[in-house]
């Protein structure tokens, strides 16, 4: 803004804005950030500014715009987390024993030789197709179905085994057992 310009008094103004600012927002400092926004609006749309009009009326018009500008924002933000709320209430997270399993058969198929992990991955994760999954391995088509079949066997076996035979590295502490009952 050019200080220069005849009329064109931003800084008598401040206390005008400041009172609007208070009335509209209700909080000191959001109606300090709001006067803020207002006059940054102000010095970058300073050309729209005819010569001659008035400028507290100007000024006025520009912080009720960036205050309808926030509450457009706050709303639309508002409607984002109910909606992001509705979706996450619906989840229902997992009872601690299906999630120590999911864990233990993550790290069963992690234990895989590298070539079935990478064909089951393709095909049972990835969703591709046998011949894509081939194509993409570099290998034939029975081959990369083999290791499918084997992969999945061994999650099988696996998974038929259940979870008391995965977990091996469990014990008794402070005792032999024989004095507990």
């Known amino acids: 803004m050019n200080a220069k310009t005849p009329g064109f008094n931003v800084i008598g103004q401040l206390a005008a804005l400041r009172r609007y600012a208070l009335s509209l927002v209700r909080n000191p400092d959001d109606a300090e950030d709001l006067v803020h926004d207002a006059l940054v609006k102000a010095y ?16 006025m018009s520009i912080l009720h715009n960036a205050h309808v500008d926030r509450l457009r924002q706050r709303h639309s933000m508002q409607r984002r987390h109910d909606g992001a709320a509705e ?13 120590v399993r999911l864990t233990q058969l993550r790290n069963a198929f992690f234990t895989l030789p590298e070539e079935q992990r990478a064909a089951l991955h393709l095909v049972g994760i990835e969703e591709l197709s046998y011949q894509e ?12 179905m083999s290791r499918v079949a084997r992969a999945r066997e061994r999650l099988r076996t696996f998974e038929q085994s259940g979870p008391s035979a995965t977990v091996t590295h469990l014990r008794i502490v402070g005792g032999t057992g024989d004095d507990q009952q």
């Open 87 to 99: 979706v996450a209430e619906t989840a229902i997270p997992a009872n601690q024993d299906h999630s």
């Open 44 to 59: 970058e749309r300073q050309g729209t500014f005819r010569t001659g009009a008035n400028v507290r009326n100007w000024l």
């Open 133 to 144: 999954a081939a194509t993409a391995l570099g290998i034939p088509v029975g081959t990369l």
